[in-house]
Each structure stands twice: as C-alpha cells, then as structure tokens.
C-alpha cells in the first residue's frame, strides 16, 4: 500500500519554527517530485515548496521564499520542510504530495497553528 504521513505540526509564536517530515511507505519518494502545499480555513489548497525528483529545480511561493525550505532524506524516505519565522498567516492544515508521470500520493495532512 502507498502512502505519505505527515507530522511535526503544532502551535508556535509568531516569529517561531517549525520542522514537519513526510515519510512515504510502499514506493522511493527520491524518484518522485515532491511538494508541501497548505489549506488555511476558507481558503484554497495552496502549492508553496515543489522540488523536482533529482532536487534540480525547487520552486517557492512568494509567501514563503526566504522563510521555508525543503529537503529530502532518500536513505529514510523522508522529505522535510524547515519553516522559520512563523507568521500567523502560515496557519494551516499542510499536506506533503508525491507525483511522478502524473501518479499524485497525498499525505492526510497537519495542522500547524501560529498565535500573534
């Protein structure tokens, strides 16, 4: 069975960090694409970290970049974002994502909340 998990989210001050991991189970995530995209309430599912599967090409979004880093562990299967100076408009429940030749796997998400 293929799957992704998620975890390290939590509440932090604003100004805080934060390191969430995405283990893959049942495929290599080193030869898939990776990303971490977000959903805060109300909002749409929004893509802010893509890192193409040889690490080559790393996209940021505009709301993150300088902030927030990816960054692969393929001997644990392992992809992790390092968020630094947490913003209370960084809350949201966020999602890790595998893709190759257009096969997605999605992890179930956590939560991470940033008080002011």
């Known amino acids: 069975q293929f799957s992704l998990a998620e975890s390290g989210g939590g509440t932090v001050q604003s100004g805080g960090s934060l390191r969430l991991s995405c283990v893959a189970s049942?495929?290599?995530?080193?030869?898939?694409?990776v990303g971490w995209f977000r959903q805060a309430p109300g909002k749409e599912l929004e893509g802010i970290l893509c890192?193409?599967?040889?690490?080559?090409?790393?996209y940021y979004a505009d709301s993150v970049k300088g902030r927030f880093t990816i960054s692969r562990d393929n001997a644990k299967n392992t992809v992790s974002l390092q968020m630094n100076s947490l913003k209370p408009e960084d809350t949201a429940r966020y999602y890790c994502?595998?893709?190759?030749?257009?096969?997605?796997?999605w992890g179930q998400g956590t939560q991470v909340t940033v008080s002011s």
């Open positions: 994502n595998a893709e190759r030749y257009g096969v997605n796997y």
């Open positions: 049942g495929f290599t995530m080193g030869i898939y694409a």
């Open positions: 890192s193409s599967s040889d690490g080559g090409d790393t």
